[in-house]
T-cell receptor, first 113, second 110 residues
Framework: KAGVTQTPRYLIKTRGQQVTLSCSPI?????VSWYQQTPGQGLQFLFE???????NKGNFPGRFSGRQFSNSRSEMNVSTLELGDSALYLC???FGGGGQPQHFGDGTRLSIL | DQQVKQNSPSLSVQEGRISILNCDYT??????FLWYKKYPAEGPTFLIS?????DKNEDGRFTVFLNKSAKHLSLHIVPSQPGDSAVYFC?????????FGTGTRLTIIP
């Protein structure tokens, strides 16, 4: 069965712009989580959506937002981009969240110039 | 506040020997612990998990040990193979939220 798909794979933006990243979870998975990976920081949790509702949120500023659609697809938006937002953004899905293993996409590499 | 810590950023092990990756945590409320493996330019892949009510879980070459009193988790890979070279992340869950460590880069030397 198809894995988690993230688009685009690479993106270059400039400071002050905004960006929208997309994630299609594994069919049947209702939980979608987003993570930011930067060198030396590991994977930092952004937020988790379950059945179109944000169920959990990490410690990121309000410039980072997301949503989930009725088909479980999710988007993440970052407004007023800063240089420090350059990172690999990973999306993961699972059937119900919690202790269930999450399946990751290959990420979107965002570079801010 | 790093609730899940992997204090060794890198580890090199001879092929065929045992690889031991360590992880410490601070939150006693964590209920599941997981290990993920990551190759460059790919997303992390789930390896093995353990519930907080157990102290050992084994799956083929991979065994995870949990010492709750020490708040310590370890992953043993026996025997180590060249394809095991990757970055390994430990992670823990509580209240539907997954918290990752910073990762350990494992290099298997042929």
């Amino acid at each position: 069965k198809a894995g988690v798909t993230q688009t685009p794979r690479y993106l270059i933006k400039t400071r002050g712009q905004q960006v929208t990243l997309s994630c299609s979870p594994i069919s049947g998975h209702r939980s979608v989580s987003w993570y930011q990976q930067t060198p030396g920081q590991g994977l930092q949790f952004l937020f988790e959506y379950f059945s179109e509702t944000q169920r959990n949120k990490g410690n990121f500023p309000g410039r980072f937002s997301g949503r989930q659609f009725s088909n479980s697809r999710s988007e993440m938006n970052v407004s007023t981009l800063e240089l420090g937002d350059s990172a690999l953004y990973l999306c993961a899905s699972s059937f119900g969240g919690g202790g269930q293993p999450q399946h990751f996409g290959d990420g979107t590499r965002l570079s801010i110039l | 506040d790093q609730q899940v810590k992997q204090n060794s950023p890198s580890l090199s092990v001879q092929e065929g020997r045992i690889s031991i990756l360590n992880c410490d945590y601070t939150n006693s409320m964590f209920d599941y612990f997981l290990w993920y493996k990551k190759y460059p330019a790919e997303g992390p892949t789930f390896l093995i998990s353990i519930s907080s009510i157990k102290d050992k879980n084994e799956d083929g070459r991979f065994t995870v040990f949990l010492n709750k009193s020490a708040k310590h988790l370890s992953l043993h890979i026996v025997p180590s193979q060249p394809g095991d070279s990757a970055v390994y992340f430990c992670a823990a869950t509580w209240n539907e939220k997954l918290t990752f460590g910073t990762g350990t880069r494992l290099t298997i030397i042929p």
